[in-house]
């Protein structure tokens, strides 16, 4: 089972179970985290890339993509398109698997809060302020910034750093992103991060679940591949 397909399902469903986890704890009515707010889930969001990243490591991926967003710029960037299918369609099923266990394990809370945008906000992302074209530029920028400062902990200027070191500055990275640039859209920055979640609040039977906004779907899709493009583009260019 360790193989780079296998971790970079096992690395995304962790990532997603403790992320969306993150946000389930701060949003569900009756949680000892309820209303712990925005540095709360932005902590838990840096904590769950570390543990995916390690978790991915461990199981066959030392890559650890989780993000096919990543997955595309380094395939741009190398030129190399090979990994992109195989990778993409697992970190995909991971997300799903992992938001799916975040609905199980807060179970008795879904019926306890009546909101049902608390509920779809816990699976997937959506603008403080709603509009397409500056959104979608919010995600392929906040993605393109995750892909330049993690590609730069890979640069000869970092050689001397210990391997083991990476998963936790990869959390300080997405981290700083949430916290400087999270705000205008929930920063996504991660199609398996969003779509997946969003495909499972879709098809789960979660009490008293409103709509899963799918008119707002494609933006958190579009704008990281879009921001992968563009990176790895210039990565190759640069290189």
Not at 56 to 65: K, N, R, T, V, Y
Not at 84 to 100: D, R
Not at 109 to 123: D, N
Request: hydrophobic share 55%; proline share 7%.
């Amino acid at each position: 089972m360790h193989t780079p397909v296998f971790g970079e399902f096992l690395g995304t469903a962790v990532l997603v179970f403790l992320g969306d986890g993150a946000n389930a704890g701060v949003l569900l009515r009756g949680s000892k985290a309820e209303g712990a707010g925005w540095i709360a889930i932005t902590a838990g969001w840096a904590f769950a890339v570390f543990c995916g990243v390690i978790t991915a490591i461990a199981f066959g991926s030392p890559a650890a993509h989780l993000n096919p967003a990543i997955t595309l710029s380094v395939a741009i960037e190398t030129g190399n398109f090979a990994g992109v299918l195989p990778f993409v369609s697992a970190q995909m099923a991971g997300g799903f698997v992992g938001a799916t266990l975040v609905w199980l394990f807060y179970f008795p809370h879904w019926r306890v809060t009546p909101e049902p945008s608390a509920k779809l906000a816990i699976f997937c992302t959506a603008p403080a302020i709603r509009s397409f074209r500056w959104n979608l530029l919010a995600e392929a920028l906040a993605t393109s910034i995750l892909l330049l400062t993690t590609h730069a902990l890979g640069s000869r200027a970092f050689t001397g750093t210990a391997p083991a070191l990476a998963p936790y500055l990869v959390g300080i990275i997405v981290w700083g992103i949430g916290l400087s640039l999270g705000g205008v859209t929930g920063y996504a920055i991660n199609p398996a991060r969003d779509l997946s979640p969003r495909i499972a609040h879709t098809i789960l039977p979660i009490a008293g679940k409103g709509k899963s906004d799918w008119g707002y779907a494609p933006v958190p899709v579009l704008g990281p591949l879009l921001g992968a493009v563009a990176t790895g583009v210039f990565l190759r260019m640069a290189g």
